[in-house]
């Protein structure tokens, strides 16, 4: 065969089936090369394949087996193929009319591909291989576009420049044969995917399409009779579809694919929509409102306030706007009252120590006194508050109302709150040691008339030989007497009766006592405040302290005896107020204190208290923890009662003293922690954390089966509701708790 004659493989009938070697043979006739020897084959290899790609062939394989085909187009191709074990089966590959070699190798993927199999290119080698291993035996990468066809498997590379990749996940990820993958790279924002290259061809097409800018620039629209304020608030209801969105629309983020922010300084409207339609549609319905008022003469404007206090802010607008408008200095008159009027009794009062809120009753003022019905509008001035529906009742020309609102929009934001929470940590350590030994002893015989005695004795109580002495000769009595007074001392306590006459007394005894005490306290007390705002919180009881006392002794009067009483809580106290600054630090005066009652140092005037407290302003970082302040005390003390002389004898003095030692080690430290909430979001992260906390809590301390007691169940807190940050349900409304109820 000529290399000029077109090379032809005939198709057999389709009810025959060739073996192997049928198929090489066809193989052969298909490849001039095969004819030649090999040393020309060499030759040839190293300038141009076996077939040129204009070269036609006929392909004639059916039912063939896969490993015959598969060295047919390795021939073709002048590669080698390497075929997985797992690879077995027929295929069927014909052609009715001549095709080029290329043509006939994507034939050939595409039969593959509808028996399970594909082809997979690595180290130079062609693989035919499961379509499950593919993915992880592909050796070929493309960056960006790629010029494979066909059904053969490579990954590529994806780089955008606009879309997220992790949203462009989900809209690919059908359109991926189930056998291969797609993942995003959040780094560089970037999708990587394995799949048959005429598939990734045309997902390339669909990235490109939706990889785009979403909005486009923005638009400055300058209003000349409106104020920028009231306006942004109906063109964000009116861009978001109406009424029905009303409730969901807030001006500045983005709803229905239109932003709209207020830029106070110039008094105009920032647009940002998703389309240039939309832009424009927006601008003309902005120039549609933007129209002057109908009553020219009417300067009576209310504004409702979202979060700043309605008497507060227009005290403080008054103040403000005093030195420019004639009409505030007759309303200054009135600012100090309304002022005086809002203050309470917590946030009037400086931060301090001193239990001025106590009364004699026991109880704090705030629990006494009845709920005060709300506050009166201010009256006086341009600027008037409506306590009732939190507003501001403006009465000012156009210009000076403009300025006004400029200024509400800057101080009505939303305040931050700050959650605080302390740790105080006290560690206590003592040790104590106690020997001694007393002796008593009478010389002499009945009878005679000077008996001699000798002995020793220390301590107080029956730790004194000389009254456990006389509380043995006072028998049952007086044995009885002595143990109800407690005096007998702690330890181990070795004594010998001696009868004299006819009474038992303590003629030796012996103490040995050493003790180790030691305390662990840790006290988290939490709370939460607003931003510059005052909070407290106090966790101890109300202990009643004697401060006075009268009783009539005289004359002939009745006996009328009175005693007046003070009440102070004792325990945790914590008082805090903070102010969050612009880099993220938290100013905090604090005052924090921890008493608690010295057991068995109770005195006629009421008991004895122990206390520690600390009051500082300190700066600290959000989420980061400080210390206060503390204190760490070692303490050592000794004692030693002993014969002189006699008491120095080694070893034979110790029966003439008695010694003890003791120390003390006290270590307390208070931590504090600032966590800034600035949004819903993270106070219902916390919230939600807390709860589940102490539901997880209450779960394991259930009362456990009882044979004769009842199942009565602990409450446990509900499940915590599921709804989205803000605390509203999909329906809108806030999702109440459901009843605690026994489990």
Known sequence: MSMNKRPRIERPARQASPTLAGVLALSVLASPVLAQTDSNRANNRAHSPALKSGTPVTLNFVNADIEAVTRAIGVMLDRQFIIDPRVKGQITLYSEQPLSVREAYLNYLAALRGLGFTVVENTGMLKV??????????????????????????????????????????????????????????????LVITDYAENLQRLGRIIATMDTPGNTDIEIVPLKHAVASDLAALVQKLAAGGAANAAAAVPGQASGGIS???????????????????????????????????DGASNIRVVYLKNADATKLATVLRAAFAAGNSAAAGGNSNSSSSSSANNNSLGGAPLSGSNSGNNSSGTSTAS??????????????????????NSLIITAPEPLYRQIRAVIDQLDSRRAQIYVETMIVKVDASKSGQFGVQWQNLFGGKGDSNIPGLGTNFGTGLGNIINGSAAAAGGKTGIATALAS??????????????????YTLGAIANFLEGQAG??????PNLVALDNEEAKIVIGQNVPFLTGSYSNTGGSGSINPFQTIDRKDVGLTLRIRSQIGESGTVRMTVYQENSSVVDGKSSSAGPTTDKSSIETTVVVDDGQIIVLGGLMKDEYSDGEDKVPGLGSIPILGSLFKSENRKRVKTNLMVFLRPVVMRNQATADQLTLDRYESIRALQQNSQPGQSLVLPNTGAPVLPPSPATPAGGQSEAGAKTPLAPIAPQ
């Open 368 to 389: 006494s006194s009845p709920v005060s019905a709300s506050q009166g509008p201010s009256t006086g001035g341009f600027v008037q508050a409506d306590p009732a529906t």
């Open 519 to 524: 305390a662990n306290i840790l006290s988290t």
């Open 129 to 190: 291989v499961p379509e499950a291993d593919a993915k992880l035996q592909a050796g070929a990468v493309a960056v960006g576009s790629s010029s494979a066809r066909g059904d053969q498997i490579i990954t590529q590379i994806f780089r955008l420049n606009h879309e997220n990749a992790n949203n462009l996940v989900s809209v690919l990820r059908p359109l991926i044969s189930p056998n291969n993958t797609i993942n995003a790279n959040p780094g560089n924002n970037s």
């Open 260 to 294: 709209v922010l207020v830029d106070p300084r110039s008094n105009a409207l920032i647009l940002r929509a998703s389309n240039p339609a939309t832009l424009a549609a927006t601008r003309a319905m902005v120039e549609k409102l933007d129209q002057p008022s109908i």
């Open 486 to 503: 407690a005096a007998v001392p702690q330890g181990l306590n070795i004594g010998f009766l001696k009868k004299v006459g006819d009474f």
